[in-house]
């Protein structure tokens, strides 16, 4: 299943308690939890590049499936980490982060949990 496309955010659910549980500044948080972002997928192969759009802030990841790839968190940091491709489902851990993004026809659904805070991000193809 290819997850090539451009996707906007249409809801999101616990963003403020995940951001603080991740240690952004909340003014940040208030600019960013009304903000709608736009996540681009590239896929070639195993070979993904990711780029998310939120205002001016704009988030790339580029990362070959099963590979070790420095990744950038939602903090700004650069993490060493492994993603991996189970069906339609990417998967990686960032730092205590776990991650899954799972593509379902045109919707791509990302769920994040730090600790026992979970944050979901559900888009559309657009």
Same mark, same amino acid.
């Given at each position: 299943?290819?997850?090539?496309?451009?996707?906007?955010?249409?809801?999101?659910?616990?963003?403020?308690?995940?951001?603080?549980?991740?240690?952004?500044?909340?003014? /940040?948080?208030?600019?960013? *939890?009304? @903000?709608? +972002? !736009? #996540? &681009?997928? %590239?896929? $070639?192969?195993?070979?993904?590049?990711? =780029?998310?759009?939120?205002?001016?802030?704009?988030?790339?990841?580029?990362?070959?499936?099963?590979?070790?790839?420095?990744?950038?968190?939602?903090?700004?940091?650069?993490?060493?980490?492994?993603?991996?491709?189970?069906?339609?489902? /990417?998967?990686?851990?960032? *730092?205590? @982060?776990? +991650? !899954? #993004? &799972?593509? %379902?026809? $045109?919707?791509?659904?990302?769920?994040? =949990?730090?600790?026992?805070?979970?944050?979901?991000?559900?888009?559309?193809?657009?």
């Amino acid at each position: 299943m290819a997850f090539n496309g451009k996707y906007e955010l249409v809801s999101q659910e616990n963003f403020e308690a995940f951001m603080k549980a991740i240690g952004l500044p909340d003014d /940040l948080i208030e600019k960013g *939890k009304d @903000i709608k +972002s !736009v #996540t &681009e997928m %590239v896929q $070639d192969g195993n070979h993904f590049i990711v =780029t998310v759009t939120t205002g001016s802030k704009v988030l790339r990841n580029e990362f070959t499936v099963g590979q070790e790839a420095e990744l950038e968190t939602l903090s700004g940091e650069k993490v060493k980490s492994i993603v991996n491709l189970e069906g339609n489902k /990417l998967t990686v851990n960032l *730092k205590g @982060i776990n +991650s !899954v #993004t &799972e593509l %379902v026809g $045109d919707t791509i659904t990302n769920v994040m =949990t730090v600790k026992d805070i979970v944050y979901k991000r559900t888009s559309k193809r657009i």
